[in-house]
């Protein structure tokens, strides 16, 4: 096989034509392989617990280690040799409502005017000096609610807000409140791999041995190298 970085460039143009008609497996397939050929070792923070399709795609990058870039390439190209034998022949296609495999579209989220938005949109975009004011001027909001059961504490440690999480446990946020599922912050911070979270968590006193609806703890949650975490 030839590895000239023409032909991967040219596979991958094709692959952004065909995406729609492959498989959720073939998708990351060439989803890792184009991130670790342009990008090398996935070093790049983990998506938050509810980015299903993100953590997916993180997976299957980080699964890939320290493969070379020459390789990935190969294997890119090799599997769309497997699926499409004729595709150098073939004209890329790119119809309107395409998806790329290789540079996933983030979905558009409505623009809120500042007054229409709660202290979790804060916490979303990272606002420390307005959840800072919120509290201030009502300390209770620290505890509010969302429609799923999850408090700011969640959304914090879904997002990784270590510098607002810090402000919300001044202001005595319920560290061992449990969202819909009966799960805390601190399974949030394990599934995301947040240690620092995880560790700002355990030191503010949140219990490690709640358990959430489906009787998992946070530590089993999370990756083998952060176990040692709950044993510190």
């Not at 090398?40 to 699964?63: I, L």
């Not at 202290?119 to 606002?127: A, L, N, P, T, V």
């Not at 997002?159 to 202001?171: A, F, K, V």
Request: net charge negative.
């Amino acid at each position: 096989m030839s590895d000239c970085p023409d032909e991967f460039e040219a596979a991958a143009a094709y692959l952004r034509g065909i995406a729609g008609k492959l498989s959720s497996e073939d998708l990351l397939y060439f989803y890792a392989r184009f991130k670790q050929a342009e990008h090398g070792p996935n070093n790049v923070p983990k998506p938050g617990f509810f980015d299903f399709q993100g953590k997916q795609k993180w997976q299957a990058w980080k699964d890939l280690g320290e493969m070379d870039a020459r390789i990935a390439k190969e294997e890119y190209v090799h599997r769309l040799n497997a699926i499409d034998p004729e595709w150098s022949g073939k004209t890329p296609s790119h119809d309107i409502g395409w998806v790329s495999v290789s540079r996933p579209q983030a979905p558009e989220e409505p623009e809120l005017l500042d007054e229409d938005k709660t202290i979790f949109d804060h916490i979303k975009e990272g606002q420390v000096a307005k959840i800072h004011g919120i509290l201030k001027r009502d300390a209770s909001k620290a505890n509010l609610k969302d429609d799923e059961g999850m408090t700011p504490l969640h959304w914090c440690a879904d997002r990784g807000q270590l510098e607002i999480l810090r402000i919300l446990i001044r202001y005595k946020a319920d560290v061992n409140a449990q969202d819909d599922d009966g799960q805390t912050a601190l399974h949030y911070a394990a599934s995301c791999e947040r240690e620092d979270v995880m560790r700002l968590l355990l030191e503010s006193g949140i219990d490690p041995d709640i358990q959430d609806n489906e009787q998992m703890k946070a530590s089993e949650v999370c990756s083998a190298e952060q176990k040692s975490i709950f044993n510190q």
